[in-house]
Nanobody, 115 residues
Framework: EVQLVESGGGLVQPGGSLRLSCAAS????????MGWFRQAPGKEREFVAT????????NYADSVKGRFTISRDNAKNTVYLQMNSLKPEDTAVYYC????????WGRGTQVTVSS
């Protein structure tokens, strides 16, 4: 059974940083691309970042480019999202994903950016 468990969310002031983690199990993690999405209150879920199976290729939404970094540790079956220079508009539930919109999802972790 595929399981994705996010952690690392919380309340942070504007300009601050957080690192999200997603622990994966139930599949061969090292052979799969992974991604992060987010959903703000009253809005649709949106793409944040993806990373290839090897970590050699990454892709970001324009809204987070230069501030967020996606990475992975295949030995730990974990994908990360380092979020710097956080803004109030980054407030959302962040979801780990395998396989895109029709794929597998974690339950999400809340990130709130507020002073």
């Amino acid at each position: 059974e595929v399981q994705l468990v996010e952690s690392g969310g919380g309340l942070v002031q504007p300009g601050g940083s957080l690192r999200l983690s997603c622990a994966a199990s139930g599949f061969t993690f090292s052979s799969r691309a992974m991604g992060w999405f987010r959903q703000a209150p009253g809005k649709e879920r949106e793409f944040v970042a993806t990373i290839s199976w090897s970590g050699g290729s990454t892709n970001y939404a324009d809204s987070v480019k230069g501030r967020f970094t996606i990475s992975r540790d295949n030995a730990k079956n974990t994908v990360y999202l380092q979020m710097n220079s956080l803004k109030p508009e980054d407030t959302a539930v962040y979801y780990c994903n395998r396989g895109g919109i029709q794929g597998y999802w974690g339950r999400g972790t809340q990130v709130t950016v507020s002073s």
